[in-house]
């Protein structure tokens, strides 16, 4: 499979912060483009991009967080590090349980951020590489038990473990233990991901 160009994807309102990320990330060779703000950058999004955002967390309008969400909803891979103040912390662990990879305080080392920015460089190569494998996928998919198969479907339409538990009528636990063993056997950590996985190769697994 040919690689696809990685891009590093900067929004942040501040122009001062953001001409110094463009200029640090051209410094280590890494192509970058850069959004003033999470409208602009949504507006220009497309599956086909590739690499890795670096959102700061607060933006007047649409904030980091608000992108985030709407991204999911999209259900991109791309692997999102949030840039946060002193006060966001919380904001930022919010974040990273609803799919962001990681998060950096202001303010930061660059080495530090160049780090963090190699290791979503990394993870979006080899959900992608994944993406590229779809026979591989289907045998995952196959693999489930009709419970697991279940249990899936019913995420990848967006459900709650709750509302899982309440209409398959079992525990909600149960559920946690069923979906854990749905993201190990089609090795993944991010439901986005598994999202893409199973769309990927939707006509060629049957029905159920």
Not at 19 to 37: H, I, W
Not at 96 to 122: C, H, N, S, T, W
Not at 177 to 184: D, E, F, G, N, Q
Request: proline share 3%; aromatic share 4%.
């Amino acid at each position: 499979m040919t690689d696809i160009q990685q891009t590093v994807y900067v929004v942040e309102d501040d122009e001062a912060v953001r001409d110094s990320l463009e200029l640090l990330l051209q410094s280590d060779d890494k192509p970058v483009k850069t959004y003033d703000s999470a409208t602009a950058f949504l507006e220009s999004y497309s599956d086909a991009m590739a690499g890795c955002i670096v959102l700061d967390i607060r933006m007047p309008g649409m904030d980091g967080m608000e992108l985030q969400k709407k991204l999911s909803d999209k259900h991109s891979i791309l692997p999102i590090i949030f840039v946060t103040g002193h006060g966001d912390v919380p904001m930022a662990v919010d974040a990273m349980k609803e799919g962001a990879i990681d998060f950096i305080q202001k303010p930061y080392r660059e080495e530090a951020l160049l780090e963090k920015i190699e290791a979503a460089l990394v993870q979006d190569r080899q959900q992608r590489k994944t993406l590229g494998e779809k026979q591989e996928i289907v045998r995952r998919v196959k693999s489930l038990t009709p419970r697991e198969h279940e249990i899936m479907d019913r995420m990848i339409a967006g459900q709650a473990n709750k509302v899982i538990a309440i209409e398959l009528e079992i525990s909600q636990r149960t559920v946690e233990i069923h979906r854990s063993r749905v993201m190990h056997k089609m090795g993944t950590h991010s439901l986005a991901h598994l999202v893409r996985m199973v769309l990927s190769v939707k006509n060629l697994i049957d029905p159920r």
